[in-house]
Nanobody, 130 residues
Framework: QIHLVESGGGLVQSGGSLRLSCAASGFFLDDYAIGWFRQAPGKEREGVSC???????????YYVNSVKGRFTISRDNTRKTVYLQMDSLKPEDAAVYYC????????????????????WGQGTQVTVSS
């Protein structure tokens, strides 16, 4: 059974940084995608960033326009862990952040359609004070 566990959320001042982690377990495929979504109170869940992992053939990444240049997604393949480094945080970035997995996946993960993601983590809260 596939499990995703997020960590790294917390309270940070506007302009600060946080790094979220998503540890995946329970599968052995080399081709998959991990996405980060977020949901603020009263708003729809939106895709933030994703990474398509193709074994040792490299990966591709995607960012929603509002976080480009501020957030960086990366992976540690030996640990099946994906990170979301969030810099220059703004109050509007505050939300519950979820990681999700699309397994298997053989195409780039651009577009981040929620329906494509099969497994979800429990979420981690990010609060940004102004």
């Amino acid at each position: 059974q596939i499990h995703l566990v997020e960590s790294g959320g917390g309270l940070v001042q506007s302009g600060g940084s946080l790094r979220l982690s998503c540890a995946a377990s329970g599968f052995f495929l080399d081709d998959y995608a991990i996405g980060w979504f977020r949901q603020a109170p009263g708003k729809e869940r939106e895709g933030v960033s994703c990474i398509s992992i193709r074994g040792n053939r490299g990966n591709s990444t995607y960012y929603v326009n509002s976080v480009k240049g501020r957030f960086t997604i990366s992976r540690d393949n030996t640990r099946k862990t994906v990170y979301l480094q969030m810099d220059s945080l703004k109050p509007e970035d505050a939300a519950v952040y979820y990681c999700a997995a699309d397994i298997p996946r053989y195409l780039p993960c651009d577009g981040m359609r929620r329906s494509e993601y099969d497994v979800w983590g429990q979420g981690t809260q990010v609060t940004v004070s102004s």
